[in-house]
């Protein structure tokens, strides 16, 4: 399977505690996303890196989330000290920048469920 | 601000049926990407169709297909002879382009159809 993938698939934790999602792009690109659903309502951007250098952070992203993609391949999002309000679908997409004005295609992975006890 | 609309919370209809999905859409650019997505059961965002603001064209792809109006901000789509399979949250989301091109999609609240055999 050469599409996005992401890990874990589902979180349990307790308030408080630290977890982290890893995700793995399709190989060949260099554009990486990180998106939040709750239940009932569309994915929310969060961030994004073009290859290792993120360039954006949306304001729903507090202080105690850090993503990083350290090699530009595979990507990493932290949430320390999580709280009830954290759960939600962790989403990742990737997609190919093909110019100045095309992104090109964005195709996500199957999300990473966080649940905070 | 961008703004994306989709009216219709949920949708059932009886297979065979055909069922066009609103979607209405603002935005200040002058150019910028729509896209549709698919969300079965399992969770994992699937990429339909992505439309530049610049190709008007209807666009069919098998039983899909997708009106691009922008007199009216509109890009609805149209399931053709609907099935089972066909049951899913649908998604319409907009990108803007404006400063270089982004993924950053602002997403709908989505529709619920559910086809019944």
């Known amino acids: 399977d050469t599409g996005v993938s992401q890990d874990p698939r589902h979180k349990i934790t307790k308030r408080g505690q630290n977890v982290t999602f890893r995700c793995d792009p399709i190989?060949?690109?260099?554009?990486l996303y990180w998106y939040r659903q709750t239940l009932g309502q569309g994915p929310e951007f969060l961030t994004y890196?073009?290859?290792?250098?993120?360039?954006?952070k949306s304001r729903l992203l507090s202080d105690r989330f850090s993503a990083e993609r350290p090699k530009g391949s595979f990507s990493t999002l932290e949430i320390q000290r999580t709280e009830q309000g954290d759960s939600a679908m962790y989403l990742c997409?990737?997609?190919?920048?093909?110019?100045?004005?095309?992104?090109?295609?964005?195709?996500f992975g199957e999300g990473s469920r966080l649940t905070v006890l | 601000a961008q703004k994306v609309t989709q009216a219709q919370t949920e949708i059932s209809v009886v297979e065979k049926e055909d069922v066009t999905l609103d979607c209405v859409y603002e935005?200040?650019?002058?150019?910028?990407?729509l896209f549709w997505y698919k969300q079965p059961p399992s969770g994992e965002l699937v990429f339909l169709i992505r439309?530049?603001?610049?190709?008007?064209q209807n666009e069919i792809s098998g039983r899909y297909s997708w009106n691009f109006q922008k007199s009216t901000s509109s890009f609805n789509f149209t399931i053709t002879a609907s099935q089972v399979v066909d049951s899913a949250v649908y998604f319409c989301?907009?990108?803007?382009?404006?400063?270089?091109?982004?993924?950053?999609?602002?997403f709908g609240t989505g529709t619920l159809l559910a086809v019944q055999p």
């Open positions: 997409a990737s997609s190919l920048l093909i110019g100045d004005w095309n992104a090109g295609e964005l195709f």
């Open positions: 190989s060949e690109h260099n554009r």
């Open positions: 890196f073009q290859n290792e250098a993120q360039l954006e």
């Open positions: 935005t200040r650019d002058t150019t910028y990407y």
């Open positions: 439309r530049n603001s610049f190709d008007e």
């Open positions: 989301a907009l990108s803007e382009a404006m400063g270089g091109a982004t993924n950053k999609l602002i």
